[in-house]
């Protein structure tokens, strides 16, 4: 490297001799910074989405290429968040990519100090039996003084905010034909 291209390399040389006598923009700005491309640039498409973890409601862009989702940003065009997330939203892109996620089921049973994986079919068959046994343990057809009831409070339903509203109407349904009355969200608690 040249005396001459090492000086104008410098950000103070720059500062003093550029458009940028403030040093806040091109004058501070490295070679390294300056060759770099917004992973939004060089995406092959955008969908718009809403940000699926609580009940706001944040509008996503939501960036791919490859087919995989390669970042989420705030939408400017949500009347709701005008293109803002917070940090819990801004890092849901980790919700689909990241290598962390669970993808059997695990349980960790009575006492035990490890979790371990177990078969979805085994996972289905449990939760259905202790769904029948607490249901017909706990169920109530009538009140002290007869009166009609016929409900359950041995079963509840919380669910998580990443829920999307499908299933959370298949939730209510399911819960409520079982009998159940507390159907709860994560998001408003
Ligand atoms: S989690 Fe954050 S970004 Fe997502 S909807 Fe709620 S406030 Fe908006």
Known sequence: MGLKTFIQGWPV?????????????????????????ARTETADGMARSVC??????CG??????GGQVTQIEGDPDSPI???RLCPKGSASKSLVTSP??????RYRRPYATEWEDLDLDVALDMIADRILAARAETWEDVDEQGR??????GISSLGGATLDNEEN??????????????I???ARI
């Open 81 to 83: 968040s005008r293109g």
């Open 169 to 182: 109407y298949l939730i209510k349904k399911l819960f409520t034909a079982m009998g159940a009355l507390q």
């Open 13 to 37: 040389y720059r500062q003093l001799t550029g458009t940028d006598p403030l040093g806040r923009g091109a004058a501070a700005q490295s070679p390294r910074s300056a060759g770099l491309t």
């Open 148 to 153: 009609p009831l016929n409900r359950t409070l």
């Open 52 to 57: 699926p973890y609580c009940a706001v409601g």
């Open 60 to 65: 996503q862009r939501v960036f791919h290429s």
């Open 184 to 186: 709860e969200n994560q």
């Open 100 to 105: 962390l996620r669970q993808t059997k089921v």
